[in-house]
């Protein structure tokens, strides 16, 4: 039973335009949510996050909205750039778990 | 060392044999966590230590697999008869502390015969 889901496996997106990428979760005892970027042979980097308490974290071209009636959070890039390709992955915090959805692989067209 | 690192970087192995992996954390980090990554999916969670202690194991699959960390620094994941459905990245990652964000190593891939 997945907790945390992205059921987007891909998507593409014209360089400049906005990158939306959404993840759903079933448990709504998560205290942070937590979006982690990764290249191929390489590990997750950080990249955002977000308290429950919060609908909203913005940090330069990344903002992160949290609908928690919903239970469902988005990650939105703009403007995209072809760095921003690589597969990423919405993770919710569970005590010390960090509990990971299957990852969306953007790519940015240019 | 800049990052957390983890050797090998690659390991083939043949059913039923045992293998250790390593990982060697950012310095001063005091928590570390053991994840694997299967194809197409997201990392699973291990086992998670703060300093010496394993705090929380409850990720371990079966009693096949052992983690160790004995000096609080480097830790060890230890696979015993190991079974081809084992094949998978194993990434390690630190915290300072019970901060929020994990800094990861690039993994393990472990492929098993």
């Known amino acids: 039973d997945q907790q945390v889901k992205q059921n987007s496996p891909s998507l593409s997106v014209q360089e400049g335009r906005i990158s939306i990428l959404n993840c759903d979760y079933t448990?709504?005892?998560?205290?942070?949510f937590l979006w982690y970027k990764k290249y191929p042979a390489e590990g997750p980097t950080f990249l955002i996050s977000?308290?429950?308490i919060k609908d909203k974290n913005e940090d330069g071209r990344f903002t992160v909205f949290l609908n928690k009636s919903a239970k469902h959070l988005s990650l939105h890039i703009v403007p995209s750039q072809p760095g921003d390709s690589a597969v990423y992955f919405c993770?919710?915090?569970?005590?010390?778990?960090?509990?990971w959805g299957a990852g969306t692989k953007l790519i940015i067209k240019p | 060392g800049a990052g957390v690192s983890q050797t090998p970087s690659n390991k083939v192995t043949e059913k039923g044999k045992y293998v250790e992996l390593r990982c060697d954390p950012i310095?001063?980090?005091?928590?570390l966590y053991w994840y694997r990554q299967s194809l197409g999916q997201g990392p699973e969670f291990l086992i998670y230590?703060?300093?010496?202690?394993?705090?929380?194991d409850s990720g371990l699959p079966n009693d096949r697999f052992f983690a160790v960390r004995p000096e609080g620094s480097v830790s060890t994941l230890k696979i015993q008869r190991t079974e081809r459905g084992d094949s998978a990245v194993y990434l390690c990652?630190?915290?300072?502390?019970?901060?929020?964000?994990?800094?990861f190593g690039p993994g393990t891939r472990l492929t098993v015969l």
């Open positions: 990652a630190s915290s300072l502390g019970d901060s929020l964000e994990q800094f």
């Open positions: 310095s001063g980090h005091t928590a």
């Open positions: 230590f703060q300093g010496t202690g394993a705090a929380d």
């Open positions: 448990n709504s005892m998560f205290d942070y």
């Open positions: 977000i308290s429950s």
């Open positions: 993770a919710a915090k569970s005590n010390y778990q960090l509990i």
